[in-house]
């Protein structure tokens, strides 16, 4: 018989004359019990197997005729010896010998013999077999010991005896305890062995298709050209799948680490069914960023799916706009601190290059309106640079004057023909002179509500000396006048040229018609600005 005992095939396992724990076998009280002398491998024609029993007192129990082994309740035959209906008298030690091998058994018969509770469950739903356990069965072929077959029972409801409990689909309320008797017929009794089964519901397994979970198809991953970098990709598998990363579509990714591109695997449990598979890049290069890259998920019994993924500098994007913003940022504040530091050149350079001239339709005659006032200080212009100054705006300069001294119509009154003169001049420059031009602070006055009035450009020349002083220290109402426009310091005549600037900067442009002539003198003093 194939299905040999299992106390049987534990006991083939060993030697002859090896130590070994003697079997303990616990048997409940009526039942019957088959012991197995395990010295086969030991058979040979001329020797025979010898069981002897030791309680109360040893007893050959082969030679015992078979009568008196009915009398004791068991048979002995050949290499298994049965005990029909185990009792309190069949407690104790048994041994079995082929030669100079021999074995022991240990039989302990109770009613709390717990040996033949047996576990088993089954799947909801699914098709389910219970087998009654086929433990210390007389063997087969035993004369006058025949199969009576099994019975079933839940609680105490009898089932349908067949050798194997079978459950079509199994539900939830077929859980519970079992019981199934083997029963032999021996002499015209039925000898039973009993065991008992607890059927669990066993929990589904949840049988998930196998799936990528990350990353996404088409996903692009951005990377640190030169850095390491990893990938994962996180599938939910099943047994016998594989997950893999491939590069352009044919070659797959190996583990080893010393290449320079190499896959992890980070999930080696094959019962998790969450597999992680990382794709390692050492150091990202820039043909990594041309390759294309697929997590492919090999499956036995579905479909294979695969998602492909490809990298992307983070600095194409990020960084040259970083650099164009810096870059602008940086050009903006130069050209915002050059034209700050060279405003006056720049606003030159293109009133005399570019012909940024004003129209002449405003109505006025003169340019400018130029006017002395007493300097409370020697530093103020002396007669001979108020004249110099005066040529050089009209005739290098090409403005039109309006000088008190030439242009006002006698026969006015002077405040009246300052006035007039103010009305027909586009700026008021006011000139500090050593010499009292004779102007009474009525006059400054009237001259300051006038400008107020036309809002007419004001440029107040200081003295250096001027400057230097408090302001307290001019007449209230040269105070006003120079608080009302722009300042322009005098500092003689050999700081002339940006004294010069300063004040064509304040100035109006002069007249278009000059502009050629215009270009040819400024050529001369304009390096600063063509540096720029
Ligand atoms: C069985 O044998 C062992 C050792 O040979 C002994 O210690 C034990 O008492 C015996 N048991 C019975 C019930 O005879
Ligand atoms: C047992 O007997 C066999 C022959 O019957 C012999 O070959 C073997 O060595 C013996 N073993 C021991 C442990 O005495
Ligand atoms: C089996 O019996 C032993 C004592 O003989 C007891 O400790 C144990 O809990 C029992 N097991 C079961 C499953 O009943
Ligand atoms: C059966 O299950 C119970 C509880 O789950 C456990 O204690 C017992 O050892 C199990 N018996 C067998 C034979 O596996
Ligand atoms: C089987 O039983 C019959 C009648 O009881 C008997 O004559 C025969 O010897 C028995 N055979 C064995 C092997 O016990
Ligand atoms: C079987 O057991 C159930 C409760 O488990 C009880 O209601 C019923 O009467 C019992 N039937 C028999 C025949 O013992
Ligand atoms: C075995 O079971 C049957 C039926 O349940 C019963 O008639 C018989 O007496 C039992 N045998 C023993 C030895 O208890
Ligand atoms: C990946 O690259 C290979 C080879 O360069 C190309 O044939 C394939 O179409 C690409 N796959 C994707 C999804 O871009
Ligand atoms: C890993 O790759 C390196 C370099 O290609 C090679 O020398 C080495 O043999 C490889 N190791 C294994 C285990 O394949
Ligand atoms: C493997 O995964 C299963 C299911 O998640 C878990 O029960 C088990 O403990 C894991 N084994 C190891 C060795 O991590």
């Known amino acids: 018989m194939l299905k040999a005992p299992l106390l049987a095939l534990f006991l083939l396992m060993l030697q002859p004359g090896t130590c070994y724990v003697r079997p303990k076998i616990c048997v409940k009280v009526g039942e019957m019990v088959t012991l197995h002398c395990p010295h086969t491998a030991n058979y040979n024609s001329d020797l025979k197997v010898v069981w002897t029993s030791y309680s109360p007192q040893e007893v050959d129990l082969t030679s015992m005729a078979r009568a008196e082994q009915r009398h004791k309740g068991v048979l002995v035959h050949g290499w298994s010896l049965i005990i029909l209906s185990a009792s309190a008298e069949h407690h104790g030690n048994y041994s079995c010998s082929l030669g100079n091998a021999s074995s022991h058994f240990l039989v302990t018969v109770s009613r709390l013999c717990n040996t033949s509770i047996y576990n088993d469950s089954c799947k909801l739903t699914h098709c389910c077999k219970l087998n009654c356990p086929e433990v210390n069965m007389p063997a087969i072929n035993t ?4 199969n009576n077959g099994i019975m079933w029972r839940k609680g105490n409801r009898s089932l349908p005896n067949y050798d194997k409990l079978t459950f079509s689909a199994f539900e939830e309320k077929d859980a519970g305890v079992y019981t199934c008797t083997r029963s032999y017929l021996h002499h015209g009794q039925i000898y039973n062995m009993t065991f008992t089964l607890t059927v669990d519901v066993q929990p589904q397994p949840e049988n998930k298709p196998a799936a990528i ?29 594989d997950l893999c990363w491939i590069i352009n579509g044919n070659s797959a990714v190996d583990e080893n680490t010393s290449l320079p591109v190499f896959v992890k695997r980070k999930n080696t449990n094959k019962s998790d069914k969450n597999a992680l598979l990382s794709l390692v890049f050492k150091k990202v290069s820039e043909g990594d960023l041309t390759q294309n890259y697929t997590c492919k998920l090999e499956t036995i019994n579905q479909y294979s799916t695969s998602v492909t993924i490809r990298l992307q500098n983070v600095r194409p994007s990020c960084v040259p706009l970083a650099v164009n913003t810096v870059g602008i940022a940086v050009v903006m504040t130069v050209t915002v601190l050059l034209y700050v530091k060279f405003k006056i050149d720049i606003t030159l350079f293109f009133r005399d290059t570019l012909g940024c001239h004003r129209g002449v339709s405003d109505g006025k005659s003169y340019d400018a309106f130029v006017m002395c006032y007493k300097s409370n200080t020697d530093a103020g212009l002396k007669a001979d640079d108020r004249r110099w100054l005066e040529i050089v705006l009209e005739e290098e300069f090409g403005y039109r004057l309006c000088l008190h001294d030439r242009d006002i119509q006698l026969g006015k009154a002077v405040a009246n023909a300052v006035l007039e003169c103010i009305e027909e001049s586009r700026t008021v420059v006011l000139v500090p002179t050593s010499l009292d031009p004779g102007l009474g602070s009525g006059l400054l006055s009237a001259v300051h509500e006038a400008l107020v009035e036309r809002q007419t450009r004001l440029i107040f ?7 230097e002083m ?44 000059l502009k050629i002539r215009l270009l040819q003198t400024s050529r001369t003093e304009l390096p600063k600005t063509s540096q720029v």
């Open 143 to 146: 004369p006058n010991i025949t």
């Open 213 to 241: 979970v990350f990353p996404r198809e088409n996903e692009v991953f951005l990377v640190d050209l030169g850095s390491n970098m990893e990938i994962e990709c996180k599938a939910v598998i099943n047994e016998l799948d």
């Open 461 to 467: 020349i200081k003295s250096e000396a001027t400057k």
């Open 470 to 513: 408090t302001s307290g220290s001019l007449p209230e109402d040269l105070q006003l006048l120079s608080e009302a426009g722009d300042c322009v310091t005098w500092r003689g005549r050999s700081s002339s040229s940006s004294f010069l600037k300063r004040l064509r900067f304040y100035l109006p442009a002069s007249p278009k018609e």
